[in-house]
C-alpha cells in the first residue's frame, strides 16, 4: 500500500526559514515523481512543482519558482519542502501527492495527510 | 498555462438527487488528461476519476465522468450524505498541471 506521511504543523515568524518532510513507503521511490501542492485557508488547490527522487530532476510553478526548494534523500525515501524566509502569505495547508506513473506531469492518486504552515508575527 | 473554470460555484441538492459538475478549459486538453478529485473538510483531496471518464480504484459507480477537448462533466448520479463536499477538477495535459476552483456540494 502506498504511504505518504507529512510531518506536522508548523508555527513560525516571518522571515524564518522552514522545511517540512514527506515520507514515503509502500513502492519504489525513485521510480515515481512527488509533487508538492498547496491550499491556503478557504481556497483551492494550486501545483508547486515536483521532483523525481531518482534523479532528482524538479520542475516548479512559474508563479512559485525561487520561492520555495523541493528535494528528496533517496536513501530515506523522503521528499522535502523547504522556504528560506516565510512570509505571511506562505500560511497554508501543503501536501505531498505521488503521481499516478513515471511521468513528470500526471494526475495523483496517492496524497500525505498535509502539513499546516501558519506564519505570522 | 491552462485555466480550468469550474461551475457552479456551489450546488444545493438533496441526498437521491443528480449532480452534474462542469470543468471548462482555457484551451484544449491534450490527451484529455482531466481528473477529478473529492474534498471533504479536515481531509486531502481524493482522485475520482483520471483521463476525463476512468473510475480511480475503490470509487463507486455512481460517479462518472465524460468530456473531450475544453469541456467535461462529472456526474454524480444519486446523491449520498457521503457525497456532500467540494469537487476539483485537474489538467496534466501540459505543464504546469492546473487545479478548476471548486465545486461546492451542499445538503439543500
Known amino acids: 500500500e502506498v504511504q505518504l506521511v507529512q510531518s506536522g504543523t508548523e508555527v513560525k515568524q516571518p522571515g524564518e526559514s522552514l522545511k517540512i518532510s514527506c515520507k514515503a513507503s509502500g513502492y519504489s521511490f525513485t521510480s515515481y515523481w512527488i509533487a508538492w501542492v498547496r491550499q491556503m485557508p478557504g481556497k483551492g488547490l494550486e501545483w508547486i512543482g515536483t521532483i523525481f527522487p531518482g534523479d532528482s530532476d524538479t520542475k516548479y510553478s512559474p508563479s512559485l519558482q525561487g520561492q520555495v526548494t523541493i528535494s528528496a534523500d533517496k536513501s530515506i525515501n523522503t521528499a522535502y519542502l523547504q522556504w528560506s524566509s516565510l512570509k505571511a502569505s506562505d500560511t497554508a495547508i501543503y501536501f505531498c501527492v505521488r503521481h499516478f506513473s513515471g511521468y513528470s506531469i500526471s494526475w495523483f492518486p496517492h496524497w500525505g495527510q498535509g502539513s499546516l504552515v501558519s506564519v505570522s508575527s | 498555462e491552462i485555466v480550468l473554470t469550474q461551475s457552479p460555484g456551489t450546488l444545493s441538492l438533496s441526498p437521491g438527487e443528480r449532480a452534474t459538475l462542469s470543468c471548462r478549459a482555457s484551451?484544449?486538453?491534450?490527451?484529455?488528461?482531466l481528473a477529478w478529485y473529492q474534498q471533504k473538510p479536515g481531509q486531502a483531496p481524493r482522485l475520482l476519476i483520471y483521463?476525463?471518464?476512468s473510475r480511480a480504484t475503490g470509487i463507486p459507480d455512481r460517479f462518472s465522468g465524460s468530456g473531450s477537448g475544453t469541456d467535461f462533466t462529472l456526474t454524480i448520479s444519486r446523491l449520498e450524505p457521503e457525497d456532500f463536499a467540494v469537487y476539483y477538477c485537474q489538467q496534466s495535459g501540459s505543464s504546469p498541471p492546473t487545479f478548476g476552483q471548486g465545486t461546492k456540494v451542499e445538503i439543500k
Open positions: 484551451q484544449s486538453v491534450s490527451s484529455n488528461y
Open positions: 483521463v476525463a471518464s
